[in-house]
């Protein structure tokens, strides 16, 4: 249960959460959402069951998000962000049973696709309270038998996905569904049965742990990260030291909380009011990652409110939220620690509040943010963070009256507004981010002999694998998660090459452009602060370092420069690049060498770049004179232009692990 912490949240610093420096460089930034809630037109479980829910209301099209695909994965793109968790609706996949529906796979597909292109990582949920109504009809979760019917479905859809999605939830909050579907009675089928309840808890951890199994067995299982989805509702006593109140929460954080936790360490489960728990086969170690969905705590009496309308106990210094209970972000710490049995990797894969004004959720963010950030600080393995939600949404038994978006939406219109506090989360993110790296990966081995005369250099195999990997390890490793990659002409090349965690983009040239030319040549698929990297040198430096250097000089273009070479290329003056000539006999005065990783702000590609052939190192260097910065680095760079050189990163390469 943990102890009920409370801080004075008036004295907390935020400095580093705003200026970028809470998380690591490689941590997942992202936004989530279910089909059901946005997409608009389902027919399922749900739609059923929504003239007999608490508000009453449809979800009718939602926010017609299955027609404005293009638009919100913009708006998601705008956030920042470089994750979304989005759900498959199965009823769309499967409208009758064995019947799939070939264009909805392919929305989902394309889906995939357009995120990718925007550098966008996907992260699917297999179930998110919907499943269509012919399996509804036959009992759904209530019978063991069906589970043989969702995984069929998963596996259909990790069939097409799982080469683009590493990412996978099974299921998401199925303590929230039993107890919401069959306790409470808000969410269909709307009963009250602790019998069901039992019977559809342990179903869904049978169908978790199959699901787990079938699709790691599967081609891409193994690199796929597959993993649960666990709400963690905080339970408190309302009054600590009566013992009926802690006894009221402990029951409760045991059937909500810990039996599901348990399980999935154990291998065996003991459903909420059950006598006795069971062998679950598959259940054990079945989670690469525990995804946790925090949201608040509920203070414990035995006279509990056992319909969701009545206020909720709360603080007398907390701050209710629209959906009444109190915003309590101390507990995502607790949920944090409540989880960390598991010994897993830690995904937020839900946060947020029902906030109508959007007046309470920028400080919302902020503190669970916060949170988040000294909890990795302590240690704890926490990789990502998804904000619930995009854009307000059909908040289930609520309809459209709670509203959990960063983006407004106008449900007569359907028109998106980002809020104060989606630009507050954009900002936040942006400022956490290394920017996109953009790789000349096309110049040829010409100097490399026979094989590699038509052959773009980066994609030379060197210790065990093409250059272009090593590099995009490192790039990975200091927090890059997109990649433009500038082929040159023979793009074909790379058709097929992928790079885990890392969205990538090809770009290729018809006839050959120089460096200069390849750039302006892809200006359209360039942000606006890039890292530049060429495809033939490897140099393990520390980009946040550069980075922030680039930022504090306020500079357009930065150079890395070493004074550790052989020959020197570039004469630097008071931290600014003078000089640039890379003939054989530089002038004697030159004091650096261009050791091959920049930070660029595109404005200067857009001033200095022109159709055709050039060369951007030849060209924009001198015309950059005295405006350029140099930042120092003495670290070794690696590059392959001859045998001998090749044979020496292959020496280095094989030699360190990253
Ligand atoms: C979660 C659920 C989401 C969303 C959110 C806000 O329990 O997974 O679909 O509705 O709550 O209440």
Redesign the pocket.
């Known amino acids: 249960m943990g102890i009920e912490e409370h801080r004075n949240w008036d004295s907390v610093d935020y400095t580093n959460l705003l200026s970028g420096n809470l998380f690591p460089p490689n941590f997942m930034w992202g936004v989530?959402?279910?089909s059901h809630?946005i997409e608009g037109g389902n027919t399922n479980n749900w739609s059923a069951f929504e003239p007999r829910s608490k508000s009453g209301q449809l979800s009718g099209n939602a926010c017609d998000h299955w027609n404005r695909k293009e638009e919100d994965i913009q708006l998601i793109k705008d956030l920042n962000v470089s994750h979304y968790r989005f759900s498959i609706e199965w009823s769309r996949i499967e409208p009758q049973q064995g019947i799939w529906d070939e264009d909805a796979v392919q929305w989902y597909s394309d889906l995939v696709d357009q995120l990718l292109d925007k550098g966008i990582q996907p992260m699917a949920t297999l179930h998110?309270?919907t499943h269509p109504l012919w399996w509804d009809e036959k009992g759904g979760f209530e019978n063991e038998n069906n589970i043989d019917d969702w995984i069929r479905f998963c596996v259909k859809m990790f069939d097409v996905l799982s080469d683009r999605i590493d990412w996978w939830c099974t299921i998401?909050?199925p303590a929230?569904f039993a107890s919401m579907g069959y306790v409470l009675g808000e969410f269909p089928p709307g009963e009250r049965s602790f019998k069901k309840t039992r019977i559809v808890s342990t179903n869904l951890m049978r169908a978790h742990a199959r699901c787990y199994q079938t699709l790691k067995s599967m081609e891409h299982g193994k690199r796929a990260h597959i993993g649960l989805?666990k709400?963690i509702n905080l339970f408190d006593p309302y009054r600590r030291w009566n013992p009926l109140h802690r006894l009221q929460a402990r029951l409760l954080d045991g059937m909500f909380n810990l039996c599901w936790i348990k399980g999935l360490m154990t291998g065996r489960f003991k459903a909420p009011s059950a006598l006795r728990s069971k062998e679950i086969p598959g259940l054990k170690g079945s989670s690469d990652f525990i995804g946790v969905?925090y949201?608040t705590h509920l203070l414990a009496t035995p006279f509990m409110p056992t319909k969701v309308d009545i206020d909720p106990l709360i603080r007398p210094w907390e701050q209710r939220t629209d959906?009444r209970y109190p915003m309590y972000a101390e507990g995502l710490r607790r949920a944090f620690d409540m989880v960390s049995c598991l010994n897993l990797p830690i995904i937020v894969t839900?946060n947020?509040v029902?906030d109508d004004d959007d007046d309470m959720r920028p400080e919302h963010i902020r503190r669970h943010l916060q949170i988040t950030g000294e909890a990795i600080a302590d240690g704890m393995d926490i990789r990502g963070f998804y904000h619930?939600?995009l854009m307000d949404?059909f908040?289930?038994a609520?309809g459209y009256d709670?509203r959990?978006g960063l983006y407004h939406v106008d449900f007569e219109t359907k028109e998106r507004t980002l809020k104060e506090s989606g630009a507050l989360y954009s900002e936040i993110v942006k400022a956490h981010r290394v920017p996109q790296v953009v790789i000349l990966a096309g110049g040829l081995g010409t100097r490399l002999g026979e094989r590699t005369k038509q052959m773009p250099k980066s994609l030379i195999n060197v210790s065990g694998k093409p250059i272009l990997s090593h590099i995009l390890d490192w790039a990975g490793a200091q927090g890059c998660m997109e990649a433009l990659i500038l082929t040159g002409h023979l793009g074909e090349q790379f058709d097929g090459f992928r790079h885990e965690g890392m969205a990538l983009t090809f770009h290729q040239e018809s006839e050959p452009l120089g460096t200069g030319g390849a750039l302006w040549n892809a200006r359209h698929l360039i942000q606006d602060r890039f890292i530049l990297l060429w495809g033939d040198d490897f140099h393990p430096i520390d980009y946040s370092e550069l980075v922030a250097y680039h930022e504090q000089e306020s500079s357009p273009l930065t150079l890395t420069v070493t004074t550790e070479h052989g020959e020197m290329n570039l004469l630097h003056v008071d931290g600014k690049i003078a000089q640039y000539d890379k003939s054989t006999s530089p002038p004697s005065e030159f004091n650096g060498y261009e050791s091959g990783t920049s930070v660029v702000e595109k404005r200067v590609l857009l001033e200095h770049g022109k159709d055709g052939k050039w060369s951007w190192e030849e060209t924009v260097y001198p015309e950059m004179s005295m405006k350029a910065s140099a930042y120092l680095d003495n670290t070794k760079f690696w590059d392959m232009g001859t045998p001998e050189r090749l044979e020496r990163l292959a020496e280095f390469l094989n030699k360190t692990s990253l």
Do not use: L, R
């Open positions: 989530a959402t279910a809630q998110h309270f998401n909050e929230v989805v709400n969905n949201y959906f839900e947020g029902a619930w939600s949404n908040e289930w609520e709670q959990f």
